[in-house]
């Protein structure tokens, strides 16, 4: 037996422990940056989804349509519908509320006008929306919230009666009629956005440069990349995830340093025993980063597995929750846990290296 | 036979403890010729094992020099010595040393890998445990074994690389009457069949009566050196 192999299985709870460490780390590292990830795109794959080429919002607004309400006049559609090579146009206002202790976007819309720019929502059950007092669901907050066709729902201090379930992942999770939601939030004549469907892609740039320069404090988002920007425009989340990150190789660079440290003192005696084998000091140094790399391997794997069933159990308590876990992270935390064992193991193995071999003998 | 092997000349060594300079070797000379199986005797704390260490290129000599079979072990750079080391001087305790964490097989296996010398290493390691007579427990831990046969590994281990010198410190120092007996005797027929120089650390006066001569220590200089009565006779 590899003598690396050999000291794993000598010094099981301190390889445990070790194994453990790393583990939590790069579950960590996975989850936060899955959960994050994946909440970002789920919104913005919606939004993508809804199948306009461009959405127009006030001038200075974020991605996330949610925290704003009616902000632009309706009239402003005329303007926009004049426009050369627009074929339609959705105006919507959005809102959020809370269901089940549950936090959800609303969508006011036209049916007629949110089909024509491509986001028809697809009814599995029930049908359209058609009155003022109904509204329409997706598949998952029905599933998540065990909500059925029929049922009646308190939304905003108003009760609504559930008339349909669509196909999720078009836009938000409830939708009303636009003009009611106006009227509950008295917000007449007024939306958050609007979504805009070019008679081919290959105007879309040009309509919206065109939207810009007509309509006076708006600015047009293309939505093909819409994911990517989303994640940019985020002040504060590329630090955040810089944070994890280096969480992770810290959490994985000082267990394995102390664990090796201690394992070296501990095992004086045996590295006075190789040097008077005539092991070379790379022969040491080698061992006791393999002992290493293979503790950060075990971690790593470990860690996979904590992660799967982390996002299964998570996916169970939280069905809207969604967790995003990319081979891109799936190697960042790779290559996070081995270099943090590496770097870890580092220090105490050049302590081993430059031990004297009689004193080491010695030891006791 | 005349040939030396080991060539130790006005050796010293001193340590330091605060201000305090403790000399433990006072210009040491000796000479071990090829295939001698050699003794060096006297009380604790003579120098002996600080001249084994040396002699092993483990230690460092305030004076003097050491050199084995022809290689300067004080004059060659860190690299050198460790490979020559490597190849040629074989080390066996009074302590064992054996890594605990490996079997007996394994023990010996690492002393083959040290030495970059892996092929048909099973082979060589079962006929050198089968040597010693300790082939059956080849799977089991140092610490399941007696301290006798525990000895026995690591002369196996030491022997495993072939070394042109076998340099031996208190060997039987933690072992009873009957296994220190087995022990010299393995040297013994070593030395006659592989026809390597042994020095052998003791203290033990009748065991160093079975070499082929003894070196007499006392207060860090060899006082004395001579073939034992035995050997004469």
Redesign the interface.
């Known amino acids: 037996m590899n003598l690396a192999v050999a000291n794993i299985l000598q010094h099981k709870i301190r390889s445990l422990i070790c194994i453990l460490a790393v583990c939590l780390g790069i579950t960590m590292l996975l989850i936060l940056v899955g959960m994050v990830n994946g909440s970002i795109n789920e919104v913005a794959q919606r939004i993508q989804n809804v199948g306009a080429d461009m959405v127009v919002q006030q001038e200075g607004a974020t991605n996330f349509f949610a925290l704003k309400s009616g902000v632009l006049p309706m009239k402003l559609i005329k303007d926009i519908q004049k426009t050369p090579n627009v074929q339609a146009v959705s105006p919507v206002l959005t809102w959020t509320v809370t269901f089940q202790n549950q936090f959800y976007v609303v969508y006011g819309i036209d049916p007629g006008q949110f089909s024509s720019i491509g986001g028809e929502l697809k009814i599995g059950q029930g049908r359209h929306l058609q009155n003022a007092g109904e509204i329409v669901i997706d598949s998952r907050m029905a599933g998540a919230t065990g909500t059925a066709v029929g049922d009646t729902i308190d939304l905003l201090g108003s009760k609504f009666s559930v008339v349909g379930i669509s196909k999720e992942g078009i836009g938000a999770r409830i939708f009303l009629l636009l003009t009611e939601l106006q009227s509950m939030l008295q917000q007449e004549n007024k939306v958050s956005m609007f979504f805009v469907k070019c008679t081919s892609p290959q105007y879309m740039k040009e309509v919206a440069l065109d939207i810009e320069q007509r309509v006076k404090g708006v600015k047009c988002q293309l939505l093909e990349n819409f994911a990517d920007e989303m994640t940019h425009s985020m002040i504060g989340l590329n630090e955040f995830m810089a944070a994890i990150t280096v969480t992770t190789l810290v959490i994985s660079f000082l267990v394995i340093l102390l664990a090796m440290y201690t394992t070296i003192m501990e095992r004086t005696r045996e590295i006075g025993i190789l040097k008077s084998l005539g092991a070379s000091k790379v022969f040491v140094l080698k061992n006791i980063l393999l002992e290493s790399t293979l503790l950060t391997i075990g971690g790593v794997l470990t860690g996979y597995l904590l992660t799967l069933s982390s996002k299964y159990y998570l996916s169970h308590i939280y069905p809207l929750l969604t967790i995003e876990i990319t081979s891109y992270w799936i190697l960042v935390g790779t290559f996070l846990g081995i270099a943090g064992g590496i770097l870890g193991a580092f220090y105490p193995a050049l302590i081993a290296v430059r031990q004297d071999p009689v004193k080491a003998l010695n030891y006791e | 036979m005349n040939e030396k092997m080991i060539t130790v000349e006005g050796l010293t060594k001193e340590y330091k403890t605060g201000n305090v300079i403790v000399p433990a070797l006072r210009g040491v000379d000796l000479q071990v010729h090829r295939g001698e199986f050699a003794a060096v005797v006297g009380a604790s704390g003579c120098g002996k094992s600080t001249l084994l260490?040396i002699l092993?290129g483990?230690?460092r000599p305030t004076k003097g020099s050491v050199w084995i079979d022809g290689f300067d072990m004080i004059g060659a750079r860190d690299?050198s010595r460790?490979?020559f080391?490597?190849?040629n001087?074989g080390?066996v305790?009074q302590r064992f040393?054996?890594?605990?964490?490996?079997?007996v097989f394994?023990n010996l296996k690492?002393?083959c890998k040290?030495?970059g010398a892996m092929n048909g290493y099973r082979e060589k390691i079962d006929e050198m445990l089968c040597h010693v007579g300790i082939d059956h427990k080849a799977r089991m831990k140092p610490l399941e074994l007696s301290q006798g046969e525990q000895q026995r590994v690591a002369i196996a281990?030491a022997l495993i690389?072939e070394p042109r010198i076998l340099l031996a410190d208190e060997p039987t120092g933690n072992l009873d009457s009957e296994n220190s007996e087995r022990i010299v005797e393995l040297f013994r027929t070593m030395n006659r069949g592989l026809g390597q120089t042994i020095l052998m650390i003791t203290h033990n006066r009748m065991l160093a009566d079975r070499t082929d001569r003894t070196f007499e220590m006392k207060d860090g200089r060899i006082l004395s050196s001579g073939t034992p009565p035995r050997q004469t006779a």
């Open positions: 260490y092993g483990m230690l690299a460790t490979q080391l490597k190849q001087i080390f305790f040393n054996l890594i605990n964490s490996l079997n394994d690492i002393s040290i030495l281990r690389k």
